[in-house]
């Protein structure tokens, strides 16, 4: 570093650093399009949609007319009330994608890790491709920051913040 150049700021928050690891790992394990994980992410914080806004949302992405239906299929939209008359039909995140996307959430915060055991990560299996490969030996790394991070919090945590309590 430079004489002239001010070290950087400590970050108080840093969610997106490992955005691609723990959104790879999610996709592959419920078996998402990024697209499909992308249009969870967005719907999570809305407590009922219907299709219009669903389609509002779609034009930004890649064309794919099955989307809805997929999504709806693999259970993480689920139908709260259907269409009668001139009311359309209301949906939801269902149970299983609100409780994927909070997992997501708490993985990207450090909350949880993601798990190198191959029953509870499709990545990590006999016959595995160099990708997952790739992706096992970037999960180990994001586990070791994560875990170096924790570990800075929870030293700076026993520091007492009065004076007066210091030995």
Known sequence: MNENEKPLAKREHDYLK????????????HNLEQSE????????????FDYENFKEYEQIMPWDNQRF???????FIETIRHRTGSHRSVYRISRK?????????KTLEGEIDISLHRVLNPMVRVNNSYRDKVYINAIKLMRRKVSAHRQRGKDEDDEPTDPTQRQ
């Open 18 to 29: 490992f955005y691609r690891i723990v959104s790879t790992y999610y996709r592959i394990k």
């Open 97 to 105: 994608g609100r409780y994927m996307i909070a997992s997501m959430y």
């Open 37 to 48: 994980l992308d249009m969870l992410l967005f719907l999570y914080s809305e407590p009922y």
């Open 69 to 75: 239906s997929n999504l709806k299929k693999m259970g």
